[in-house]
């Protein structure tokens, strides 16, 4: 798929109306859609990087450090969590990172935040999608279980006293061929394309942001409960201090709550893996 010129690009995915809907949230963001990347998060890195380099030699402007939201038509090598590829292709998926100072020390719970923002947007009335502990949307098939339709990949960078956010979302558009089962927007959504998703994603996004910055994932955890996939539901953990337990949702801090033979275990985001087990019989 090649969309021309980034005038034409842009034209496409109605970027200007979207930076104009955008601005209270995200005033000075700067919208680019590229036709092929190997990581819109990568990249967005990268220019942290040479920000940081560039800081030593002169004060950096304001502009500098303004958001930035980066879509790719193709994602050649999206990362997921814990170092997982994320397959992108062109028109059946949704590939964009988003920089921005976060001023509030604690990020905890950001990546269900955003997980709750995405699902919030393309499924207001809850029925359709469900969250996956710590980061992942399910389409739900039935409680407790589903098939993956996207994942969130934050990182952070310190440039100079900013600490700068690097936020990764990928979205199944059209059905993809894996090796596991995914689900697609087209279930549910059918007709929609990437540049009408971002155009649904975003501003939600943007306003999730903007309470997380002043509430932390406090202020959202009671909505996070309603969509939790796992809560009731037996999980196995890598944790060897809880290898399984019943889930019992996730604490204002964004910590998966486990019970474990009577105990209830705090289970951090980035040390495990999380997944359903069959029911007993």
Not at 94 to 103: D, G, K, R
């Amino acid at each position: 798929m090649n969309h021309g010129s980034p005038s034409d690009r842009h034209s496409i995915w109605g970027i200007h109306a979207l930076w104009e809907q955008l601005q209270g949230d995200l005033p000075d963001l700067s919208i680019e859609v590229v036709d092929r990347l190997d990581s819109t998060n990568g990249a967005l890195m990268d220019r942290l990087r040479q920000l940081t380099q560039a800081a030593q030699g002169r004060p950096l402007r304001a502009s500098d450090l303004a958001p930035s939201l980066l879509v790719a038509v193709q994602q050649t090598h999206g990362r997921g969590r814990l170092g997982r590829s994320w397959e992108s292709l062109p028109g059946a998926s949704l590939t964009f990172s988003l920089s921005l100072a976060i001023q509030r020390p604690d990020w905890s719970g950001l990546s269900l935040a955003v997980g709750l923002a995405v699902a919030t947007a393309l499924d207001p009335a809850g029925t359709q999608l469900g969250l996956k502990w710590p980061n992942d949307l399910w389409r739900l098939d039935a409680p407790g279980q589903g098939r993956k339709l996207g994942g969130i990949l934050i990182e952070g960078m310190q440039v100079t006293d900013q600490r700068m956010a690097v936020i990764g979302i990928g979205l199944n558009i059209l059905p993809l061929t894996m090796p596991e089962q995914v689900a697609s927007l087209s279930e549910f959504l059918p007709g929609l394309d990437a540049p009408q998703v971002l155009a649904r994603v975003m501003p939600e996004l943007a306003r999730v942001l903007a309470r997380f910055e002043r509430e932390g994932f406090g202020g959202l955890v009671q909505a996070y409960a309603a969509r939790d996939l796992l809560r009731g539901h037996l999980v196995s953990t890598t944790d060897p201090a809880c290898p399984q337990g019943e889930a019992e949702g996730v604490a204002e801090d964004g910590a998966l709550l486990v019970r474990h033979d009577g105990a209830l275990h705090r289970i951090v985001s980035g040390e495990v893996s999380v997944r359903p087990l069959p029911p007993t019989a």
